[in-house]
């Protein structure tokens, strides 16, 4: 029996994120957590499609049910192991990706770590084929930032990113790439819609443990 959906992250600080959406939005919705920083310093150093072996073990072993992957870099690569699974495993930034596409063509993505970008870039062209729409996706590499969550300083690395956000120019819609930035989005002072992707990924990996 599921007893819960499962979160899949990459760094422990997530997981208090979670769990208070889960309060706000869906109490009484039980989550299942699985911290596993190792495979974000793979996917990093080696690549994303460097952590599938080690992502398909791990899955395989953590229980029926849906699968919500919360790190950017190696969503790509956990959606696409579902079919061998048998199980729904959904990316944290793919709802969030489909938003923006509904905003506007304009869209910039912040992000705080590199490797980051190439699978952001490409979800959102996937969402925009998907649409039936033209975008122009521009990124942007914050400096800095993920070094200061690396060191814990969380408000250090929101702060960083908030400006980045408040800097741009010439978008319809700002993406946050990463779960660890979102909280920019409440630090911005930007004209046009920041986008993270927590909420809107809680959410669908709830409605697919419903359904």
């Keep these: 029996m599921v007893t819960g959906l499962l979160l899949l992250h990459t760094s422990p600080v997530h997981v208090p994120v979670f769990d208070a959406l889960r309060d706000r939005g869906h109490p009484g919705a039980g989550l299942r957590h699985l911290v596993v920083p190792e495979l974000l310093e793979r996917a990093r150093r080696d690549g994303p499609d460097s952590v599938a072996p080690a992502l398909r073990e791990l899955l395989a072993d953590a229980g029926p049910g849906p699968v919500l992957v919360t790190c950017s870099t190696i969503g790509a690569v956990a959606e696409a192991l579902a079919p061998a699974l048998g199980r729904p495993v959904l990316r944290v930034d793919r709802p969030m990706a489909a938003a923006a596409v509904r905003t506007g063509p304009r869209i910039t993505v912040l992000a705080t770590v590199e490797s980051t970008l190439g699978p952001t870039r490409a979800l959102l062209a996937e969402e925009a084929e998907a649409a ?80």
């Design 132 to 211: 039936g729409a033209a975008v122009s996706v521009r990124t942007h590499l914050v400096a800095g930032a993920w070094e200061r969550f690396e060191a814990g300083d969380t408000e250090g690395c929101l702060a960083l990113v908030a400006a980045a956000a408040d800097a741009v120019t010439g978008a319809d819609v700002i993406v946050l790439a990463q779960v660890s930035a979102a909280g920019a989005a409440e630090r911005t002072t930007a004209r046009v819609p920041v986008l993270a992707s927590p909420a809107a990924g809680l959410a669908a990996g709830l409605a697919a443990l419903a359904g």
